[in-house]
């Protein structure tokens, strides 16, 4: 028994190559459901016993398996255990029962079935069960070919730098992994801070990276790119029917994590209606998806990131001060590269090594007029941006050498410490201290966050030298 019935309009069409094989003995049923499976664009082929299935499934090499679970020439049951052992198939597969039996169901689950459903069947479910399958199977294949790409990326997640500020966030990052599956298995928000390009999503894949979710999904959500109309859809997912153009069954961004990693950058875009939701998600550790009654558990670790200032966006309401104390268990703060100069050098020769690898280029250095100029330049866009600067000279060098004019830099660009040191001589420590606060707090208008982050100190930090130098703000 087969069908070449056409796709109807406005149905949910699915691959062409997708192909069904009903096994199923009740001739009728097994037309019906051919048929309505065949409006939806799925190629069908039936058979009758367990001998048919067998020739069947290696001949014809289904997508899925509708498996009624009482046969003529045996047990649907004894056939999936064949399926999965002897034959060696991992083909998916929904079971369908007239007893409703219970153990029936539980033995086919442990056998790997998909799902199983009990008759009468309803065609709707019976379609709606067969699109959960293979979205479900979308999702699997999604994830595997994103771990197989990050595994063969030429880009490392080890965080470059000599600094005392680098050194101190590997230690960091360290004792924050090893607390991830601490005590009862709920891991520990984390908020990553710092300026555009300060590498807030490379530490983020570091903390994955060191934890013993390292094997598990690592899903990256950017706040400020989801769709406005969609987002809420886009992150807790959507029930089929949910609103205009759901047509089916929907994950969201933070159930494909599953028991991996969720990364929240730039969370300071998110809407406020939904900053309330994932609040709920993060105490709740549930998650129910958009037109859907049932909660669902969560076990993803959340990592959020943001380059605003938190402190200013919870005093102007775009960030509910309740989501910012619930991310900010633990806090990772990134220095801008102007702060740690010393990486400079080690990060530029790592990019025009990663650069000429990339591109099957000769090895590529710097002359002294190159180095000297990365050393003394601002780098506003922080090591995003000497990157891109890298890669580009790299493209353009002669010879496997970038020189300062290859390195196509802005000129005038004013010193790393914003001020020449010759202006602080013959001040004692505690004097010089004290200009470069006033300026550092000049150029960020007051805003102690990003004056704190200019100079490479903690906020905490920050205010406790305002008070010394009687700088606090009334």
């Not at 086919?108 to 293979?134: G, I, R």
């Not at 730098?161 to 005590?183: H, N, T, V, W, Y």
């Not at 979710?213 to 987002?231: E, G, T, W």
């Amino acid at each position: 028994m087969s069908t070449s019935e056409q796709p109807t309009a406005g149905a949910s069409v699915a691959v062409e190559t997708t192909r069904i094989l009903v096994i199923e003995d009740e001739v009728i049923f097994a037309k019906a459901v051919s048929r309505r499976l065949a409006r939806n664009g799925y190629q069908c082929d039936g058979v009758t016993s367990i001998a048919d299935a067998e020739d069947a499934v290696a001949r014809l090499q289904p997508d899925l398996l509708l498996l009624d679970m009482r046969l003529p020439d045996g047990s649907g049951l004894d056939f999936l255990e064949k399926l999965r052992g002897e034959m060696g198939m991992s083909t998916p597969v929904i079971v369908m029962t007239a007893y409703g039996e219970l153990d029936d169901a539980v033995t086919a689950m442990k056998l790997s079935a998909a799902d199983y459903l009990k008759k009468p069947v309803d065609l709707d479910d019976l379609v709606h069960a067969v699109e959960k399958v293979f979205e479900t199977q979308r999702l699997t294949t999604k994830l595997a070919y994103s771990r197989a790409r990050e595994a063969r990326s030429g880009d490392t997640i080890d965080i470059i730098g000599r600094s005392a500020p680098i050194e101190q966030l590997r230690i960091q990052i360290r004792r924050i992994a090893g607390l991830c599956d601490a005590g009862d298995g709920t891991p520990p928000t984390v908020l990553i801070t710092g300026e555009t390009g300060t590498g807030k999503d490379i530490t983020a894949r570091s903390l994955h990276a060191n934890s013993r979710r390292c094997d598990k999904p690592f899903v990256h959500v950017d706040c400020a790119s989801l769709p406005k109309d969609l987002i809420e859809a886009e992150l807790f997912g959507h029930e089929k029917g949910a609103f205009t153009n759901a047509h089916a069954e929907r994950t969201g961004l933070i159930e494909m994590a599953e028991d991996g990693v969720v990364f929240l950058d730039e969370i300071g875009e998110l809407p406020l209606d939904l900053q309330g939701k994932l609040l709920a998600v993060l105490e709740r550790r549930q998650l129910r998806r958009v037109g859907s009654s049932r909660e669902r558990p969560i076990a993803a670790w959340f990592i959020a990131a943001t380059n605003r200032d938190v402190d200013a966006m919870v005093a102007d309401g775009s960030l509910r001060s309740d989501l910012y104390f619930r991310l900010n268990v633990l806090t990772l703060e990134l220095p801008p590269l102007r702060n740690r100069r010393e990486d400079v050098v080690l990060l530029a020769d790592a990019f025009a090594e990663n650069s000429a690898q990339r591109y099957a280029l000769p090895a590529v250095n710097f002359d002294a007029g190159a180095t000297s100029r990365l050393v003394s330049y601002a780098w506003p866009g922080n090591v995003r941006e000497l990157r891109h600067v890298i890669e580009r000279a790299a493209l353009l060098c002669v010879d496997g050498l970038i020189t300062e004019d290859g390195l196509m830099l802005p000129a005038g660009s004013p010193p790393p410490d914003g001020g020449d040191v010759a202006d602080l001589e013959g001040l004692t420590l505690d004097e010089a201290e004290r200009i470069l606060i006033v300026a550092a707090l000049e150029r960020c208008g007051n805003n102690v966050s990003a004056a704190a982050r200019e100079l490479g100190v903690t906020r905490m930090a920050m205010r406790y030298r305002m008070k010394k130098y009687a700088l606090e703000q009334s």
